[in-house]
């Protein structure tokens, strides 16, 4: 594994777990589950498989400071620092530029800083095999088995067994569909070959530049000028080219015309990208009487199948009487709900974007 | 009405509205209804009434403090201190004693501090016509019609009119009959001559120590020593004294074998004892959804008949998809409960309690 290493995307915002996630602080930035961050926990997760030198974070700098904060492990100069975000093929395209000038033989783990991953020998092992597997030139996904119609994710459809390619079973990919309709949805969850895209791919920085040369050749243009200029000229190189870049996701962009593209069944894993708050009903593990309480103290009195997220603090929490709820409760705003309309919060941080209530977002 | 004084009861504590009602800080000292204090609503609702200087508060000294800031108005001589709370029989006790030697001819009413009047013209009209029928030797109580079998309040069974003392309806009362058991309730609830005691009473000083001298002769015998006593050496006989009572309420001390005792129909005047979260919503009017929001930022995505309580600041409360809700957002605590279930409130700060957690009571 000498020439692997983790990419961790982390610059991602996203308001679906507001109000813990906000704007220039996003969610993998909390204890979420408990005690580490998620962006810790990613980083945790891959001790015992890179050495920290080998993990690179690639980050806006509004978060920065907050990840060098929560991860001292990792060197100062393996954190990679977008203007602005552009979309994970700008992201990717960064990382294996400058990955491919340091070692040309490099291979990279794309990692995702806001996911859950419970089975972390699993992913050990799963890591080690994407590897064998990306050696051979293969685009390599993990996917996972589809529970409901999903129109948030991206699909793959799997087609033929790539034998001797490693023990653990392999598929090529035939099809790359991000984001379908409800339809379409429905349609590729009732066959078995299907699965949703968990976002984490392994390949080759030779692999994915020679995509990027194919299919995005002004990203590819970008990215040989960085890759081309000194290490004291590539930050302000990147501050001057970034802006003019078309924001474009990895999956748009690249893998649904990609080629030699394989698929690894990974829901094993464990896996949850931490989506809405209902969705930790699923990552953690409730009490007898289905209840969470992450970093709160919790005083539940004929109480159910609620979640407690708090800010770690002496703050005591009661309910009473209640069923199915979520409660967020941060410095400036408390949310109550149903947690089977937790989704709603991002009609919440809509209306509060049109009346210009930024304090909140 | 020269010789006549309110006396307002301010030294209670209780726990039915934790946790914004605390063990040094109860109910009567917070904005519960909006912008006035409870106990701010109760001296201004005697404003037209009696002036300032005939206002009289008898409280513990813990409260005193916030009393005074809160009604400036009221001579700081006024202010009667308990150096422990001994039930209301000693309050009213004290009261009478001290009134007694500063008027011979005085008459009280007695007003709780934490309770609700809606309709302010007809509590003025009522107090006037009490204080009529007072001024002939009767001690004059309130009644409310019950609306549901309370086991919490006190019953009194009106008699016959007493007729010519008022222009009000006014009745000789048969039968007084504090906290019932249900059953018996039940029964009462169902004949129309009872009413619930309001706890507001109008009398002679000399017609209730009369009483206290038939019926409570240890507290009559205190009284009657800080009465003699000069008024620089009072506070200390207090203090020395107060610890020596049997801590008893006016209704069981006095009022269930009181002799001469009036019963006032008072059902419009929209009285609330304001004495569990879920009253609040008879107390308040609605928006359209039937929500209320007092001191508080709320923000409701289909959301009904649900009451948060803030703390006045700029916290944003968000509920979605809630019905029938009660939040109170303090400080230290927050508590959410099904609206019918706010009165085991009382189950958690028992459980706090005996979990010595001293700090939330």
């Keep these: 594994m000498e020439h692997t290493y983790a990419v961790i995307m982390a610059g991602g915002g996203g308001t679906r777990l507001w109000p813990v996630s906000r704007k220039n602080k996003p969610k993998q930035l909390f204890p979420l589950l408990g005690e580490e961050t998620l962006f810790q926990s990613t980083v945790t997760r891959l001790e015992g498989l890179f050495p920290p030198e080998r993990i690179l974070v690639v980050t806006v700098a509004e978060q920065a400071r907050d990840m060098r904060e929560q991860a001292p492990s990792i060197p100062d100069e393996n954190y990679l620092i977008e203007p602005a975000p552009r979309g994970t093929a700008s992201v990717i395209g960064l990382a294996a530029a400058i990955l491919q000038q340091r070692d040309p033989q490099a291979l990279m783990a794309i990692l995702p800083a806001d996911h859950h991953i419970r089975n972390r020998d699993l992913f050990h092992y799963l890591m080690c095999a994407a590897v064998d597997v990306a050696e051979t030139d293969y685009l390599v996904t993990l996917g996972i088995s589809p529970t409901y119609p999903s129109t948030a994710y991206g699909y793959i459809q799997q ?114 990208d931490v989506g809405s708050w209902d969705s930790l009903f699923e990552v953690l593990l409730p009490d007898m009487n289905g209840n969470i309480s992450i970093n709160s103290q919790h005083l539940a009195l004929e109480t159910h199948n609620t979640l407690v997220y708090g800010e770690g603090n002496e703050r005591l929490i009661v309910t009473i009487g ?19 309309q937790s989704q709603q919060v991002r009609d919440v941080v809509a209306h509060l974007k049109k009346h210009r209530q930024e304090r909140y977002l």
Tied chains: 1, 2.
């Design 159 to 272: 087609g033929a067994p790539l034998d001797g390619k490693s023990s653990y079973p392999v598929y090529n990919v035939q099809r790359f569909k991000e984001k379908p309709d409800e339809k379409t949805a429905q349609q590729m969850i009732r066959t078995a070959d299907h699965s949703w895209n968990s976002g984490m791919f392994v390949w080759k920085t030779e692999r994915i530049l020679a995509e990027f040369a194919r299919q995005m050749p002004e990203l590819d243009s970008v990215l040989k000028r960085i890759a081309a200029a000194d290490a004291g000229a590539r930050a302000e190189m990147i501050t001057s080219l970034w802006p003019t870049l078309k924001v474009e996701t990895i999956d748009y962009g690249v893998m649904e015309n990609a080629e030699r593209v394989a698929v690894m069944p990974a829901s094993g894993l464990g896996w949850s």
């Design 322 to 340: 209640m069923d199915d709820l979520v409660i967020v409760d941060t410095g400036d705003v408390l949310l109550v709900c149903k947690s089977d």
